[in-house]
């Protein structure tokens, strides 16, 4: 077992990324490695279910023989994000002027957080708000 | 807050830069029941979707939430406190925000208005709760709610922009009272 500190995009062949993100302070990644023991891949996906955050893994067969290395592009201090990611959560916002006009803690706060759930495309968050019955 | 919480949901980069903006100027946040309500309202409905596979449009009542609520928590418990984390972050930053206070004294006003928003302007009751709340609390009131398109005329609000987010064009002030509509810090 060897972990590394926060690649989100980051897998390896036959080993499992799990990422833990913390309400404050730097997220952390572990990879395991599970070799194709299939059922330890099952509780790597139930963990990473299991946190919410629409992680998920692949099976191993999926996964390329060598390691998948995506660009990795820091948004600040503590946060580094894949392109993928980045594209989803950041493009077209302000961050080198947020940056500027954000005390240092609020900026954290804001880019830890803002898009942090991937959610879904379909969604009608006025619709999916309504609090009486469907 | 679950606008610019959510990434892929058509009104993401309008919520995002909002609220980006609102901290980047120092904007008093304040927060009333409601936010808190729907914001969590939507995520368990995401985490029971995600969950269950199925689409956001899925059926969903408070009979399925009361009957998926454990495996919610268990599975996706992460998912519906990241508001919580959220806030709590940026208040350990120092930003000001807040969620509505007690009303002692000004209760009774917050009844009665309540009753006139639902009356002029065919809102529901929460909805008009949340609007009377931010008569009283706010100077500007950000929803993505597009029946406060109704709030015009003389039994609007006094002196409260509404700021409904929009798609198309950003968001956009649907009714400013003030000289200067744009967001002031809260005295």
């Not at chain 1, 990795?72 to 980045?86: A, I, K, N």
């Not at chain 1, 947020?98 to 880019?111: D, S």
């Not at chain 2, 596979?53 to 009979?63: C, D, R, Y």
């Not at chain 2, 931010?134 to 039994?155: L, N, P, W």
């Amino acid at each position: 077992m060897s972990a590394g500190s926060f690649p989100y995009g980051q897998a390896l062949a036959t080993a499992a990324l799990v990422v833990t993100v913390a309400p404050a302070g730097p997220a952390h990644a572990q990879i395991l490695n599970v070799g194709t023991d299939r059922t330890a891949w099952h509780q790597v996906g139930d963990w990473l279910r299991s946190s919410g955050l629409g992680l998920t893994v692949l099976p191993p067969e999926k996964l390329s023989a060598r390691p998948v290395r995506e660009h990795l592009t820091r948004v600040s201090q503590s946060l580094l994000v894949g392109e993928l990611e980045f594209a989803a959560r950041f493009a077209g916002l302000p961050l080198d002027d947020y940056r500027r006009r954000m005390p240092p803690a609020v900026y954290e706060a804001y880019i830890r957080f803002v898009g942090l759930v991937p959610g879904d495309s379909r969604l009608d968050v006025v619709e999916a708000a309504d609090l009486s019955e469907g | 807050m679950v606008g610019g919480l959510v990434s892929s949901h058509h009104l993401y980069p309008q919520a995002a830069r909002l609220f980006g903006d609102l901290l980047a100027g120092g904007t008093s946040i304040v927060l009333s029941d409601l936010v808190i309500n729907e914001s969590l309202w939507v995520l368990a409905r995401l985490a029971y979707c995600d969950l269950t596979g199925q689409p956001p449009s899925a059926h969903w009542t408070k009979a399925i939430y009361v009957h998926h609520q454990a495996s919610i928590f268990l599975h996706q418990g992460a998912k519906l406190s990241a508001i919580r984390d959220w806030l709590a972050m940026l208040d350990a930053a120092g930003h000001p925000i807040d969620v509505v206070r007690s009303t002692k004294g000004q209760w009774i006003g917050v009844v009665d208005r309540t009753l006139a928003f639902m009356k002029d302007f065919g809102l529901t009751p929460a909805d008009a709760a949340h609007l009377a709340l931010a008569e009283i609390h706010a100077q500007t009131f950000v929803t993505a709610d597009g029946d406060y398109r109704k709030i015009t005329g003389s039994a609007a609000p006094q002196g409260l922009t509404v700021l409904i987010v929009q798609s198309s064009s950003g968001a956009s002030p649907l009714r400013s009272q003030r000289s200067n509509p744009r967001f002031r810090r809260r005295p």
